[in-house]
């Protein structure tokens, strides 16, 4: 193996430990309401929203303004991520696309709250640190705790605004609604 071969490897391996670092500082962040933390943790043209639509900010300012808005209301909140995939651009060696997968707990407006969440994301590393160019928020369920077990048997698992609409996920997914032809005869 080449010596080039060998330092490449070596700097994909250092970006999924720093990209990993980067997924659990914006957990701490979050749950700590660090806000110089999070506001390092993202690129000055940084978008982030969600897949439902009601987060939405373009710009690192924006991106800080939302956070506000969300703790305005946000009690204790725990983020966890489980499992992270990173897609490499073969023709950028600082920038990476992933998922992350996760769960969150919080309590917002006197109401305790679950989630499980996905985060699509993209990476780009500027001045030698890893940074979220985007992050697309996705909700498997998003309920109070007392409606969890009612709500899994639903498709109506968004839960956490008061109303009830659809869960931005699985249903949504190509492989969701046509895995069944996999196994037509």
């Given at each position: 193996?080449?010596?080039?071969?060998?330092?490449?490897?070596?700097?994909r391996?250092?970006?999924?430990?720093e990209?990993s670092?980067?997924?659990?500082r914006?957990c701490?962040?979050?749950?700590?309401?660090?806000?110089p933390?999070?506001?390092?943790?993202?690129?000055?043209?940084a978008?982030v929203k969600s897949?439902d639509?009601?987060?939405?900010?373009?710009?690192?300012d924006?991106v800080m303004?939302?956070?506000?808005g969300?703790?305005d209301?946000?009690?204790i909140s725990?983020?966890?991520?489980?499992?992270?995939?990173?897609r490499?651009?073969?023709?950028?060696?600082?920038?990476?696309?992933?998922?992350v997968?996760?769960?969150?707990?919080?309590?917002?407006?006197?109401?305790?709250?679950?989630a499980?969440?996905?985060y699509?994301?993209?990476?780009?590393?500027?001045?030698g640190?890893?940074?979220?160019r985007s992050?697309?928020?996705?909700?498997?369920?998003?309920?109070?705790?007392?409606?969890?077990?009612e709500?899994?048997?639903s498709p109506l698992?968004?839960?956490?605004?008061?109303d009830?609409r659809?869960?931005d996920?699985?249903?949504?997914?190509?492989?969701?609604?046509g895995?069944?032809?996999?196994?037509?005869?």
């Open positions: 193996m080449s010596e080039p071969d060998i330092e490449a490897r070596l700097d391996l250092e970006a999924r430990a990209i670092e980067l997924v659990a914006y701490k962040a979050c749950d700590d309401r660090d806000v933390m999070l506001r390092s943790l993202f690129t000055r043209d978008v897949q639509g009601v987060m939405t900010a373009e710009g690192v924006a303004q939302m956070y506000k969300r703790f209301v946000l009690g725990a983020h966890w991520t489980h499992d992270h995939i990173l490499f651009d073969d023709s950028d060696a600082d920038h990476v696309t992933g998922e997968f996760g769960h969150a707990e919080s309590h917002r407006n006197g109401v305790s709250l679950i499980s969440l996905r699509t994301d993209d990476y780009l590393r500027q001045g640190a890893w940074k979220f992050r697309t928020l996705a909700f498997l369920y998003y309920v109070p705790v007392g409606e969890y077990a709500a899994m048997g698992r968004q839960r956490a605004y008061g009830q659809p869960a996920y699985p249903e949504s997914l190509e492989s969701w609604t895995w069944t032809r996999h196994f037509q005869s």
